[in-house]
């Protein structure tokens, strides 16, 4: 008889508990999962009785704890793909960054005056665009010295003109 009222102290807790968790949710697309997680969870209170007589409650124990189990394996998965993601970004960030200055260097001892240079890079490093910012010395040469600027960045650096962007 002790066994029947704790059973029903545990159920009628938990209900109380997962009652309250529901109506304090603010949005209600959380709504749907915590009636569908409480439904869960009071299914497996109320068959925890069922499962103590046959003898299986440490069955299900074993196959909840093995499904946490992957679901926490399945997570890190995930959280280490993001942290590649983030860290290949960060280098692609940092190589960008390294080729503009390197380009801008380059211009210099070819007495090129650049005022910025962008580089984007692709996600396997390859340059998919520079944006450059010249000084022009005046606006009647300025169309030779653009010329120049690409004829020096295909030369020097292989990249399709279709990959330059001169902005003024």
Known sequence: MDGI???MKEFLIIYLIL???T???ALDQYKKHLHFFSGVVLMLVLLTPVLRLTGKEG???ALISSKVFWEKLDSARQDTKKL???RNSHYIARYEQAIAREMRQQAQQQDIALRQVQVRLTDDYEIRRVTIWPE???D???EGEKKALIQFLTQTYGLEESRIFIQQ
């Open 5 to 7: 009222l704790n059973w």
């Open 19 to 21: 009652n309250i968790l």
């Open 23 to 25: 109506n304090l949710t």
């Open 59 to 61: 069955k299900l124990e």
């Open 84 to 86: 590649e993601f983030i």
């Open 136 to 138: 022009f010395s005046s």
């Open 140 to 142: 009647a040469q300025q």
